[in-house]
């Protein structure tokens, strides 16, 4: 898995698939969808249909990378 860059994670739309921030965190795809299914992912998850989609200014405050970084 390749890490997301600082200018990445930034230039990320409002939403982001689980694999998305998946990636943002250093998990794997299997363990985010585990804890997702579980309701222990560390962000807050909605299911849209079949999808796992991800609000990305949650993710990135919980990286550290809030406001201030934009």
């Known amino acids: 898995m390749e890490v997301m860059t600082l200018a990445e994670a930034l230039s990320l739309p409002a939403m982001v698939t689980l694999e998305h921030a998946a990636r943002a965190l250093r998990i794997g795809r299997t363990k ?3 804890l ?3 309701g222990e992912f560390p962000i807050l998850v909605h299911r849209v249909g079949k ?13 550290g990378i809030g406001e201030a970084a934009a």
């Open 51 to 63: 999808k796992y989609l991800v609000p990305t200014a949650p993710l990135l405050r919980f990286l």
């Open 32 to 34: 985010a969808y585990e």
């Open 36 to 38: 997702a299914q579980q």
